[in-house]
Structure formats: structure tokens, C-alpha cells
């Protein structure tokens, strides 16, 4: 009895052999790296310039926004948050693309409903998304659709402005 309650919770813990799957359900999704897509095929995909990937036969790739399916091959040079398991992308949130403003660093804009700010600084939205908070960000007081203004080379929002 006490081996098979064991052999439960080792399999569950593990995942059981399951794919990582995102549950597109509004359920916060805590992806596992994020960035920019600078390099994209069927097979593989590289992050930020130096993070190579292959692409799992069963990918799950969809806007953020609307929680549709999207293509991979059109989101290069776009941010995006990845599910990963092993070296292998189960599922990709696309987000947008990178915005070069004159005299300004890149940003990426993203305007959500937001739920939460939770105890390890991340924003949680009513879509699931979920962004990391630069040090000092807070939520503009009253708001609850914002604009996040991520800096894709720290991966983190550097602005959370009412929407």
C-alpha cells in the first residue's frame, strides 16, 4: 500500500510522462523562459539570440490576447513566453513585437486586465499571462486594465500605466 501511494506521488510529481501542456483557460500560465524570437522553423527556435530550442511535434503556439492559435513561422522578432520541457517547446504565448522608439531603449507593449500582483512580483492577468516586475514596479492605483511596458533584454516590466 505505502509503494503504491509513493509510486502516485512520484508520477504525479514527474508529470507522469505528460506533455507540459498550457491550459488556456485564463489560469495564470508561469512560463518557463521568455524573449525575443530571432531565429524560427518547423524544428527548432532560437531565443534572444543564443537559446536554441526544437519544437515539440505537439506545440501549442497562441496569442496571449485571445488564447487562438497562431503560427510559429510568423513569430520571429516577436516577444514571446515559452513552455519548455528538457531542450523541447511545448507551448509559446506570443505576445507582440518589439517596438524601436527614437532615442528610447525597445520596449514591448502589452495592455491586459490585471488580477493580481502576487508575492514574488509577478503581474497575473485575466488571460493568463503572467510578467515579471522590474524592482519597484507597482500597479498604477485604481486600474485594472493596464499597459505593461516590458524591456525585452531583462526580460521584466519596466512600467505598469493605467489603461
Not at 17 to 27: C, F
Not at 89 to 102: D, E, I, K, M, R
Request: aromatic share 6%.
Amino acid at each position: 500500500m505505502l509503494a503504491a501511494v509513493l509510486l502516485a506521488v512520484l508520477v504525479g510529481a514527474c508529470g507522469g510522462g505528460g506533455s507540459h501542456r498550457a491550459v488556456l483557460d485564463g489560469s495564470p500560465r508561469f512560463p518557463d523562459r521568455e524573449g525575443v524570437v530571432t531565429d524560427v522553423t518547423l524544428s527548432s527556435l532560437t531565443l534572444n539570440g543564443r537559446d536554441h530550442f526544437s519544437i515539440d511535434r505537439d506545440l501549442q503556439c497562441f496569442s496571449t490576447y485571445t488564447l487562438e492559435s497562431v503560427p510559429l513561422l510568423g513569430r520571429k522578432n516577436q516577444y514571446v513566453q515559452l513552455g519548455v520541457k528538457g531542450k523541447k517547446v511545448t507551448w509559446l504565448a506570443s505576445f507582440a513585437a518589439v517596438v524601436h522608439l527614437p532615442n528610447e531603449p525597445p520596449v514591448v507593449f502589452y495592455n491586459g486586465k490585471l488580477l493580481r500582483i502576487d508575492g514574488e512580483h509577478r503581474a497575473i492577468f485575466r488571460d493568463g499571462s503572467v510578467l515579471r516586475l522590474a524592482p519597484g514596479i507597482t500597479a498604477p492605483k485604481g486600474a485594472d486594465v493596464v499597459r505593461a511596458e516590458i524591456d525585452p533584454a531583462t526580460q521584466r516590466v519596466r512600467a505598469l500605466v493605467a489603461g
